[in-house]
C-alpha cells in the first residue's frame, strides 16, 4: 500500500474546475481566498474615513448578521455544508464586484 493517496481521474478534475464533489475543501479554500480580498477592499475604503466608511461599516455587519441567519435556516433546512459555502461566495462574490467598482450601473 503506498503511503500517499492516490487521487482518481475525477478528483483531479474536481480540483482543477473547482467543484467539490471530490474535494469537499476546495470551495472552503476558494472562499477564504476570495474573502481575504473582500476584506482589503473593505480596509481601504474604510481607512478613508468620512461618511462612504461608515455606511460601509453598518452595511458590513448586517450584511454578516443576514448571511449568518440564512446559512442557519438552510442548515435547518437541509442544506449541505457544500450549498452553504457556494451561497457564502456568491454573498463574496457581490461585496467584490461592488467595492472594486466593477459595479454596472
Known amino acids: 500500500m503506498p503511503d500517499h493517496p492516490s487521487f482518481s481521474a475525477l478528483d483531479r478534475h474536481a480540483a482543477?474546475?473547482?467543484?467539490?464533489?471530490?474535494?469537499?475543501?476546495?470551495?472552503?479554500?476558494?472562499?477564504?481566498?476570495?474573502?481575504?480580498?473582500?476584506?482589503?477592499?473593505?480596509?481601504?475604503?474604510?481607512?478613508?474615513?468620512?461618511?462612504?466608511?461608515?455606511?460601509?461599516?453598518?452595511?458590513?455587519?448586517?450584511?454578516?448578521?443576514?448571511?449568518a441567519f440564512e446559512?442557519?435556516?438552510?442548515?435547518?433546512?437541509g442544506a449541505t455544508p457544500g450549498t452553504i459555502v457556494r451561497r457564502y461566495r456568491e454573498h463574496v462574490a457581490a461585496n467584490a464586484k461592488r467595492l472594486s467598482g466593477n459595479e454596472a450601473s
Open 16 to 67: 482543477l474546475c473547482g467543484s467539490d464533489n471530490g474535494f469537499p475543501w476546495y470551495a472552503g479554500l476558494m472562499l477564504a481566498v476570495e474573502a481575504s480580498e473582500v476584506v482589503r477592499l473593505r480596509c481601504e475604503k474604510l481607512s478613508h474615513g468620512g461618511e462612504p466608511a461608515g455606511q460601509e461599516a453598518a452595511l458590513m455587519v448586517s450584511e454578516k448578521v443576514a448571511a
Open 71 to 77: 446559512a442557519a435556516a438552510s442548515l435547518l433546512a
